[in-house]
């Protein structure tokens, strides 16, 4: 059976409703294209897990309207720690809070994933002009006459093709839309992230959930920040394995954990043994795929370029993504060009900054655990460069600004 997704000017179909299709839908919405979002998953729900948002990413947030209610649920930290696992000595501390704003105009945030999800969802279904199809999974995408089709099937496999002027394959790291544009398949890259959200009320006295920790060791890394509005703390221990888990949020045992962590300073090793509920996420990235977008098909988010987490920008860019994707389309409206010339143009954009991305993240796998004799000139250099110094080194990426047309005013507060 094939139906039009929606009647009506401009529609899309965005395969995947994670971080990034909610933030296509929410930017599409705002140069008057309608959308259909189909998701898997049955309950659009999140796990309980945080992420970080960068200025590009809050600045764009911010632009679709969804600062008053980001300010009330996340966490605004002063700064990030970083500290050496052995010994626990202070290698830099960088300023956030105020001095992000100033630097680059928006702030550092960070928030519970179900918190940012929920408020997109609702921003979405504010407007009429959203629908979406839960419990339906996507399975190639293509092109059809002068629009784009979806296939899609429900849970019994009952399959159905839906039309509309534009799909955007926004089905994350196992994306069947980067298969159906010829994309390679994710590629595991040796670590399992471990995550816990611990209730503040059982936190070890040393910890503060106003300030992000990283901690630096030989083989693995450490990382917490506060959520739900500093009612918990978010944390992410990475290690390396073998094992390549396929897929998000596998249950583990701790005891692999804190003998992991076994020689890491005592304040890192009380804060793990806090957690309870740890599960595991298998990291993949992926070889940037040969296209961005087949005619009226392109993709966005992971499912475009999934990224180690070590610089904190998969979600990020894929914000940064919808973003651009609904100024080049608006753009490309009021100048007469074909939809799929801005599709092209907007591939073309997020390319070389997405691959870039990519690879400090991977090198930032390295540099985080650096083994001795490395680690000392690593963390000579960094107390050496000092906060100031380390944040300079990331004004090409926190300063990005959306294309005009989606700019809006990103004032925060
Ligand atoms: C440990 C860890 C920490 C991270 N920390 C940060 C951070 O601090 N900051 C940051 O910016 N990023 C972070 N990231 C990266 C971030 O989580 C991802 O880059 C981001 O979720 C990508 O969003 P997305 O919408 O492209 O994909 P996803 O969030 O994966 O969403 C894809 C959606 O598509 C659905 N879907 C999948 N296949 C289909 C299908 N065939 N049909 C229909 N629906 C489908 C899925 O159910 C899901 O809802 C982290 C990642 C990890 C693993």
New binding site residues.
């Given amino acids: 059976m094939t139906r039009s997704a929606h009647q009506g000017a401009g529609s899309a179909i965005i ?9 296509a839908a929410l930017a599409l919405r705002d140069i008057g294209v309608a959308s259909t979002l ?4 049955t309950a ?1 729900n ?1 796990t309980g ?6 200025p590009n ?1 809050s600045r764009v947030l911010f632009a679709l309207g969804l600062g008053p209610a980001l300010m009330r649920q996340a966490v605004e930290p002063e700064a990030v720690r970083i500290r050496a696992l052995r010994g626990g000595a202070e290698l830099s501390r960088l300023e956030l809070g105020e001095t992000m704003r100033q630097r680059y105009g928006a702030p550092y945030l ?1 928030i519970a ?1 179900s918190d940012l999800h929920t408020i997109m969802l609702d921003a979405l279904r504010a407007r009429t002009s959203v629908r979406i199809l839960a419990g ?4 190639a995408a293509g092109n059809h006459g002068e629009q784009a089709r979806l296939t ?1 099937a429900n849970a019994s496999g009952q399959q159905e093709d839906l039309l509309a002027d534009l799909v955007i394959g ?8 980067r298969e159906s544009l010829g994309g390679g398949a994710p590629r595991y890259r040796g670590y399992h ?1 471990w ?1 816990a959200v611990i209730p503040a009320s059982e936190l070890p006295p040393h910890v503060r959930v106003t300030e992000t920790g990283l901690w630096l060791g030989g083989g693995q890394h450490l ?1 917490h920040y506060g959520v739900a509005g500093g009612r918990a703390l978010n944390v ?1 221990a ?1 290690i390396p394995s073998r094992e390549a888990l396929p897929d ?1 949020s596998h249950e583990a045992d701790p005891a692999v954990l804190m003998n992991a962590f076994s020689r890491a300073d005592m304040r890192a090793r009380d804060l793990l043994a806090a957690g309870r509920d740890w599960r595991i ?1 298998a ?1 993949h990235d992926a070889p940037p795929p040969p296209r961005w977008s087949d005619g009226r098909v392109a993709l ?5 370029h ?4 070590f ?9 940064e ?1 919808a973003a651009a994707l609904a100024a080049l389309l608006g753009e490309a409206a009021v100048a007469g060009m074909a939809p799929a010339r801005a599709l092209e143009m907007y591939g073309a954009a997020r390319r070389a900054r997405t691959m870039k991305v990519q690879q400090q993240a991977r090198g930032n796998g390295r540099i985080y655990h650096m083994r001795a004799p490395l680690s000392f000139a690593r963390n000579f250099a960094m107390r050496r460069l000092g906060g100031a110094g380390v944040l300079a080194r990331y004004d090409w990426l926190y300063g990005w600004q959306a294309p005009q047309a989606v700019r809006g005013d990103a004032a925060a507060g």
């Fill in positions: 395969a995947g409703a994670g971080i990034g299709g909610l933030a189909v998701e898997k998953r659009l999140e897990a945080g992420i970080q948002l960068s990413a960070v994933r339906r999974t996507a399975s899609i926004a089905d994350g790291v196992w994306s069947r839309i992230a995550r990382v992410v990475v998000w996420h990291l966005l988010g992971d499912a475009a999934p990224v180690l987490p610089l904190a920008q998969g979600g990020a860019l894929a914000i993504d």
